[in-house]
């Protein structure tokens, strides 16, 4: 099965605010989401996690790496929860120090409006991007304990990025995984989104793939569920390595 709607995906996991740039929340004694997605969405993201939790407040956001549209959203839902928590890479926080990389988020944040034609005016946040604080700061191996008895245990996974972490929640078999295991633009074609290292990207895969998954979260548009996790793994190792080799036959040398 697939899951590419906002909503329940099952016994307390949520797709929020929008599928093309999905906060993933789940609901329990210790709320918490993963990612933060786009700046101009945070009112979008607020309503839907207020929604969802009946009022109660998200007591930590985990993100997988900084770019423009994975942490954008944060500064304007730390000041909307407030006491919210951001858990992120060491890497991560360096990179929020950043006066350029802050000013590129900036401008990227601004410039995907185009694609948010689907929203009215109204729901868009037009503030600029602010740099925030990681309140806790995560490396591979880390458990985080959550009070009703579930575990978020993190890994590092770079290859997308150096900053990235996925997470997985092992007593529901929920993997947030992103861009660390590529991205399908559509059901056909699975992105290989090596932005940094080919094999170290390669490596990050091999490991999520070997996890016991139940629920496969990429980084836009669709959610993987029970058989469909394998298959899409294998698929997303394979179109790797055709990436690998396509770049390999057409690489020139003088």
């Given at each position: 099965?697939?899951?590419?709607?906002?909503?329940?995906?099952?016994?307390?996991?949520?797709?929020?605010?929008?599928?093309?740039?999905?906060?993933?929340l789940?609901?329990?004694?210790?709320?918490?989401?993963?990612?933060?997605?786009?700046?101009?969405l945070?009112k979008v993201?607020?309503?839907?996690?207020?929604s969802?939790?009946?009022?109660?407040?998200?007591?930590?956001?985990f993100?997988?790496?900084?770019?423009?549209?994975?942490?954008?959203a944060?500064?304007?839902?730390?000041?909307?929860?407030?006491?919210?928590?951001?858990?992120?890479?060491?890497?991560a926080?360096?990179?929020?120090?950043?006066?350029n990389?802050?000013?590129?988020?900036?401008?990227?944040?601004?410039?995907?409006?185009?694609?948010?034609?689907?929203?009215?005016?109204?729901?868009?946040?037009?503030?600029?991007?602010?740099?925030?604080?990681?309140?806790?700061?995560?490396?591979?191996g880390?458990?985080?304990?959550?009070?009703?008895g579930?575990?978020?245990?993190?890994l590092?996974?770079?290859?997308?990025?150096?900053?990235?972490l996925?997470?997985?929640?092992?007593?529901?078999?929920?993997?947030?995984?992103?861009?660390?295991?590529?991205?399908a633009?559509?059901?056909?074609?699975?992105s290989?989104?090596?932005?940094?290292?080919?094999g170290?990207?390669?490596?990050?895969?091999?490991?999520?793939?070997?996890l016991?998954?139940?629920?496969?979260?990429q980084?836009?548009?669709?959610?993987?569920?029970?058989?469909?996790?394998?298959?899409f793994?294998?698929?997303?190792?394979?179109?790797?390595?055709?990436?690998?080799?396509?770049?390999?036959?057409?690489?020139?040398?003088?």
């Amino acid at each position: 099965m697939i899951f590419d709607k906002t909503g329940e995906v099952r016994d307390g996991f949520f797709v929020a605010g929008w599928s093309h740039y999905p906060i993933y929340l789940l609901k329990g004694k210790t709320p918490v989401f993963f990612d933060g997605c786009l700046a101009l969405l945070g009112k979008v993201y607020r309503e839907a996690i207020t929604s969802i939790l009946n009022g109660d407040p998200p007591r930590m956001a985990f993100i997988t790496h900084v770019h423009f549209d994975h942490c954008g959203a944060i500064p304007y839902l730390k000041k909307a929860f407030p006491g919210l928590k951001v858990a992120a890479s060491q890497k991560a926080k360096d990179i929020l120090k950043r006066p350029n990389a802050i000013k590129l988020i900036q401008q990227l944040s601004a410039g995907v409006e185009d694609v948010l034609l689907e929203f009215d005016d109204a729901e868009l946040v037009r503030d600029p991007f602010e740099p925030f604080e990681i309140d806790r700061v995560l490396q591979d191996g880390d458990v985080v304990e959550l009070e009703d008895g579930l575990r978020v245990q993190v890994l590092a996974t770079p290859g997308h990025t150096w900053d990235f972490l996925s997470y997985y929640v092992p007593e529901k078999k929920i993997l947030v995984a992103s861009e660390s295991v590529g991205c399908a633009l559509n059901l056909d074609y699975i992105s290989t989104d090596s932005l940094t290292d080919f094999g170290v990207y390669l490596n990050s895969l091999k490991r999520l793939a070997s996890l016991d998954v139940q629920i496969l979260c990429q980084g836009h548009r669709y959610v993987y569920l029970d058989e469909d996790v394998e298959s899409f793994l294998k698929r997303s190792i394979q179109a790797a390595l055709e990436f690998k080799a396509m770049v390999e036959e057409y690489w020139v040398t003088e």
